[in-house]
């Protein structure tokens, strides 16, 4: 695949992503642990492309920290890479198994945390489009015994 071809299509492929751009209030919600208590907030996420279409960038100002989520189509492996940036803490990196599937992405990823937590961060996060104007991500994290349970969820 010549790399003209390989953008077209990312183009293409980011560009059916085009109802998520805009301004939007993230409904965020930390679940309960038995050690944090649940935390709550609405604040603004702006979602636009960037670098001519290849990313639609999610941006939003955290509790503590701003993220940015990077989402962008690969059509050599065809699959979807994300990428997050939690500035100034952490980042992550995810691709896909496979594609949206009823109005659905899902990533399963590591994270290397091991200078804050001691070991490596083991997550779940699925994009799901709930209607025309609204979709809500959520993150779910691997157990020791290999059950995934929810930490956080945004409503948008």
Do not use: C
């Not at 038995?34 to 939003?60: C, H, N, T």
């Not at 940015?68 to 940036?85: G, I, N, Q």
């Not at 980042?91 to 945390?113: C, I, K």
């Amino acid at each position: 695949m010549q790399l003209d071809s390989i953008r077209a299509t990312t183009r293409k492929r980011v560009s059916e992503l085009g109802w998520m751009e805009g301004k939007w209030t993230d409904h965020y919600r930390l679940f309960a642990t038995p050690k944090v208590s649940e935390f709550r907030r609405d604040a603004p996420v702006f979602i636009a492309p960037s670098r001519g279409g290849l990313w639609l960038v999610v941006r939003d100002s955290g509790h503590t920290i701003d993220i940015a989520r990077y989402l962008s189509f690969d059509p050599t492996t065809k699959r979807w890479k994300r990428l997050e940036l939690g500035i100034p803490t952490y980042s992550s990196y995810a691709e896909t198994a496979a594609d949206w599937n009823g109005g659905r992405l899902v990533f399963e990823y590591a994270m290397a945390l091991e200078p804050y937590l001691g070991h490596t961060l083991r997550q779940r996060e699925t994009w799901s489009r709930l209607s025309r104007d609204e979709w809500s991500l959520t993150v779910e994290q691997q157990l020791s015994d290999g059950r995934y349970v929810f930490i956080e969820e945004s409503r948008l």
